[in-house]
């Protein structure tokens, strides 16, 4: 009686039975799940589809189940919601359980989606334990950079994975789980890239998705952009209400804007970019927009971070690259002073960027999607395979 009453805290699928289950955690997790949905609803539109993620996937024809999209977090935040998480993950494997969906789909927040998957296996509900679901993840956590062990206990777990970089498949040798490099979502032919490089465009002030680190983050773009003197407006996206009330906090002048992301019909121009690490400053490298990385946590998560992780940058962009396209400057380096001198030189120096559109341009060669299709094809296949 107890897993029932955890698994009726989620509703049950729209029509009595669901073929899809998608777990996407955070809000670019949510977007490039999406885009993976749009395809393979296109091509099988009688599919039932449930989802825990955000807007994005609800609009793209799931039946959102939760939007997990608004709780979000990192670093040692994370503690003040382990019994929130715990709940989760046990209404999340118990109502696998209950309604039997063919596949459970998980999307990067490795945090949560590993601990799901390893709940489903240890439960008996997940194919690799025997059980009806097979349990897939799309979009690997990040193996190479830190405890690159975990591929042992996901190949135990897990029966297939879609890789977004070109060199992940390598990281799980030694392992059975089937791994595909899909091509990164961003150079797909449905990609509708949020910016746009513009010479005579705004700067752009990207603090991030997460409360924690743009309430660290903000106050430094905003100082930064004052001594740069540019003589121009900066426009700061921003994924959810949450974080414009963190934006709000911190009292940004007439000439900086806040603008929500996606809410302009095209791409945002921009001359420049100052941006926190993560999914926004991949977008700004693939445009061509020359800038540079910065980012602060709390002093605990960073020394952890610098104990576990093994990558010479923490930039996507710069590792595929093997060298800093951005500039980065991380806890005491990252400035108001030496994040001004970087966006001065942005907007005035033609050769960074010329330098920033070649490398672009090596990017998106980089991750051009494979011949063997895109993630929208790898996850048709995962539902097609037997149990």
Request: charged share 15%.
């Amino acid at each position: 009686m107890a897993d029932l009453a955890l698994a009726a805290a989620l509703p049950p699928p729209a029509g009595g039975a669901v073929d899809l289950l998608i777990v996407a955690g955070e809000h670019s997790g949510d977007e490039h799940a999406a885009r993976m949905l749009r395809g393979l609803l296109a091509a099988h539109p009688g599919w039932k589809v449930c989802a825990l993620g955000g807007p994005r996937l609800a609009a793209a024809g799931a039946q959102l189940l939760r939007d997990l999209t608004v709780s979000s977090t990192m670093g040692f935040a994370v503690l003040g919601k382990i019994s929130h998480y715990h709940a989760l993950i046990a209404e999340v494997v118990q109502w696998v359980g209950v309604h039997r969906p063919r596949v459970v789909c998980f999307v990067d927040s490795s945090a949560l989606n590993l601990r799901i998957a390893r709940g489903l296996f240890d439960r008996g509900f997940s194919a690799k334990a025997g059980g009806p679901t097979r349990a897939v993840y799309y979009i690997s956590p990040q193996i190479w950079a830190s405890r690159a062990g975990r591929r042992f206990a996901m190949a135990r777990h897990l029966d297939g994975l879609a890789a977004i970089f070109p060199f992940e498949p390598a990281c799980y040798a030694g392992t059975r789980l089937p791994v595909e490099f899909v091509g990164h979502p961003f150079v797909g032919a449905d990609y509708a890239a949020p910016v746009a490089f513009d010479p005579a465009g705004p700067v752009l002030l990207l603090p991030g998705s997460r409360r924690q680190v743009v309430a660290r983050i903000f106050p430094v773009l905003l100082e930064a952009f004052r001594q740069a003197g540019a003589g121009r407006k900066a426009v700061v996206l921003y994924p959810s209400p949450e974080i414009l009330a963190v934006l709000q906090a911190a009292h940004p002048p007439a000439d900086v804007w806040l603008q929500p992301t996606g809410a302009a019909p095209g791409p945002v121009a921009a001359a420049a970019v100052l941006t926190a690490s993560g999914t926004m400053s991949m977008h700004c490298a693939l445009a061509g927009i020359p800038g540079a990385i910065t980012y602060r946590t709390d002093w605990l998560t960073y020394l952890l971070g610098r104990l576990l992780v093994q990558v010479k940058f923490i930039g996507i962009a710069n590792l595929l690259l093997r060298e800093p396209m951005y500039p980065e400057f991380i806890q005491r380096a990252a400035t108001p002073a030496a994040l001004a001198a970087q966006l001065r030189a942005c907007l005035t120096d033609p050769a960074r960027r010329e330098r920033t559109r070649a490398e672009a341009e090596k990017l998106h060669a980089l991750l051009a999607q494979p011949t063997n299709g895109s993630a929208a094809e790898w996850l048709q296949r995962q539902l097609a395979a037997p149990g």
